[in-house]
């Protein structure tokens, strides 16, 4: 493999393509004018596998695919079929989005050509580099989940023109917004350029999250017209507001899918070396998309590592979030957090201290690896978010968990000298938190799968009423249950992670699997938010923010922390391992700082501190009936 940049490079005269496809016989540039007629330009191969031609005149703003000639036979990993137009994999920017056809996945032998059914690259004189500053985000503070088109669809303040766009992001009313919940990073969604999954057309449904990709440089122009100076300019309004940027990469495979599925950009060119096959030629499929990219081959190693240190040098960003990441370590023996992707990671000098989060499973073997992926990752902690829904749903026996969760959870993270975790109670997958108190069971209907995609066990509840209710009571009790969960989550030692929304009390009536509801369903209601969820978790964030025993990330010892029963006595080995149990109060020895938990349906007092019924009550130490009211324990 060739050491030169791939991609295009602009010099004063054109520019040079150079593409990696060594088991191709030709390649050809393709180059389109105005009137998209197209111009082929054969490549020369060298002697490491790349491809290159130079295009004298080419220069900003021109419009270009790749077409490939080689031996056909899928079966083995060969897809050459210079009738598919393909996209450059280090294109940076593209002219429209993808769109689905049949005809993209039409075999050879049928001679179909793709020119006007995908999207070109454009060549794209580079903005000019910055220096990174180090990330804004620090462990311990509060990461907010955002779908970009989502989010400020129905944004009354946000000009129509700039609705669902990277833009939005740093519109002044989505800023304050934001400063009020304390964020610390924005975490986006996918917003590299996908593709819609074939069975969604039929449905009249589409891709609405992302988690499809097709490009790993460019950005969808959906969700950025403005393409990389929008997104830099995105990052500039939030990095002034002490806001950093995480962007949520999908490289665990790509949106050409399994052996039905189209041919666009990879599997056009060197589909051995980005995918991993099994012995007999058959793709893996460790992701449930269809394929798996072979992170750790060179050649696919190397694509990823250009395209994150692209966003770091071109956009300024703080970090990633790496989807199904345990695919970034995946060795034929099975997952290996010194796998070689993921230690030049480390030893990068533009990575090595950027945010790094992952979600930490997938379906392949071994996929499970919370935990496991070493002191410079944070990871996503779905065991905080099952227990802490448990323990509010009131299952028995949950009050250890409740405690291990609301400390770090030692229990996974222990090798480290600080707590790795995300913090989360609901994600983009999944109920959203309003809906964990409002549906027992999923309604996916929408989403043309007969009910059977998403999660079936969610560890939900609905107060009485499955769904929607207009009945005063139950609505209370989900506005309390909502508030209780907000005030766990936001007094929990780590990072934590709050979805869009979720703080007032967002619903998508019920489907956990909303990644095809580019509609009402997926886009967030700002006009109908509960404005009392809404102030319970400002507040909640200003005192998060206002306590550092809370956001540190070092482990607690009983020097730092006692954990006491409602009689302000330190909770007893036989308290712990009552099952019906439902009380609890964190005090912080240091700063008086308490938490005082009641997950029964009854108040209960703790000393002369009142708790209401199914409610987390935060006391800093001075406050009235604060932490000084519990009894003092004697040495």
């Known amino acids: ?3 030169e940049a791939l991609g295009p490079d602009l010099h004063g005269h054109g520019t040079r393509f150079r593409v990696h496809a060594p088991d191709a016989h030709q390649l050809w540039l393709c180059l389109f004018d105005a009137g998209d007629r197209e111009q082929r330009l054969p490549m020369a191969r060298d002697d490491a596998g790349g491809w290159f031609v130079d295009a004298p005149g080419v220069g900003d703003g021109a419009r270009y695919g790749l077409r490939a000639d080689g031996p056909y036979d899928p079966d083995t990993g060969l897809w050459f079929d210079p009738a598919k137009l393909l996209l450059d994999p280090y294109a ?4 429209r989005p993808f769109t689905y056809d049949p005809m993209l996945a039409a075999p050879r032998h049928e001679g179909r050509d793709t020119a006007v059914l995908m999207p070109r690259g ?8 910055i ?9 311990g503070g509060l990461i907010y989940e955002v779908q970009v088109r989502g989010f400020t669809m129905l944004h009354p303040d946000v000009p129509e023109a700039q609705r669902g766009t990277i833009a ?3 519109h002044p009313a989505v800023v304050e917004h934001l400063r009020r919940l304390h964020v610390s990073a924005i975490e986006l969604m996918p917003i590299n350029a996908w593709i819609d999954e074939r069975h969604l057309g039929p449905l009249g449904l589409r891709n609405a999250w992302g988690y499809n990709p097709v490009s790993y440089f460019a950005l969808d122009p959906r969700l950025a017209p403005g393409g990389m100076a929008e997104l830099r300019g995105a990052v500039d309004v939030l990095h002034a507001a002490g806001i950093g940027v995480i962007l949520d990469m999908v490289y665990n495979h790509d949106g050409e899918s399994d052996r039905l599925g189209p041919t666009l950009s990879l599997r056009g060119l060197d589909a051995r070396s980005y995918f991993r096959h099994e012995p007999d030629g058959r793709l893996i499929n460790d992701t449930g998309t269809g394929n798996s990219i072979d992170c750790n081959h060179p050649v696919a190693q190397r694509l990823i590592l250009d395209s994150l240190r692209h966003f770091v040098t071109v956009a300024g960003v703080d970090g ?4 199904l990441a345990p695919a970034l370590g995946r060795l034929p023996a099975g997952f290996d ?24 499973w997938d379906i392949g073997p071994g996929g499970y690896q919370l935990g496991r992926f070493g002191e410079n990752w944070l990871e996503w902690n779905d065991r905080y978010r099952d227990d802490l829904r448990r323990f509010w749903r009131g299952d028995d026996g949950m009050i250890g968990a409740l405690a291990t969760r609301l400390a770090g959870s030692s229990d996974i993270f222990h090798a480290a000298p600080a707590t790795r975790t995300v913090n989360f109670l609901a994600a983009h997958d999944g109920f959203t938190l309003a809906d964990v108190t409002a549906y027992e069971h ?7 799968e007969q009910n059977r995609d998403g999660h079936g066990e969610n560890f939900s509840w609905n107060n009485g009423a499955e769904g929607e209710s207009a009945d005063p009571d139950v609505r209370a009790a989900r506005r309390r249950d909502i508030m209780a969960l907000l005030g766990t989550l936001f007094c929990s030692r780590g990072a934590i992670m709050l979805t869009a929304g979720d703080e007032f009390g967002r619903t998508q009536h019920g489907n956990n699997n909303a990644y095809a509801q580019d509609n009402a369903i997926g886009w967030i209601d700002w006009q109908g938010r509960d404005r009392e969820i809404e102030a319970h978790a400002f507040a909640l964030a200003a005192l998060r923010a206002a306590t550092p025993d809370l956001h540190r990330t070092d482990w607690l010892s009983e020097a730092d922390v006692e954990w006491l029963d409602e009689q302000g006595q330190p909770m007893t080995v036989s308290q712990w391992e009552q099952p019906d149990r439902r009380c609890l109060a964190m005090r912080f020895r240091s700063s008086g700082f308490s938490v005082f938990i009641n997950g029964d349906d009854v108040p209960h007092d703790f000393g002369t501190v009142h708790v209401p019924a199914r409610t987390v009550l935060p006391i800093l130490a001075g406050q009235p009936s604060g932490p000084n009211s519990l009894p003092t324990q004697s040495a």
């Open 1 to 3: 493999m060739s050491a």
């Open 442 to 448: 999923r309604r996916n209907e929408a989403n043309g």
């Open 337 to 360: 957090s010194d796998a070689p992707l993921l230690a030049a990671m480390r030893g990068d000098p533009l990575l090595s201290d950027r945010i790094l989060v992952a979600e930490p």
């Open 122 to 129: 454009v060549v794209t004189a580079p903005l000019p580099g």
């Open 320 to 323: 990633f979030r790496f989807d």
């Open 131 to 139: 220096a990174p500053e180090p990330p804004i985000f620090r462990p």
């Open 168 to 170: 939005a992001l740093g």
């Open 92 to 95: 940076i920017a593209i002219d």
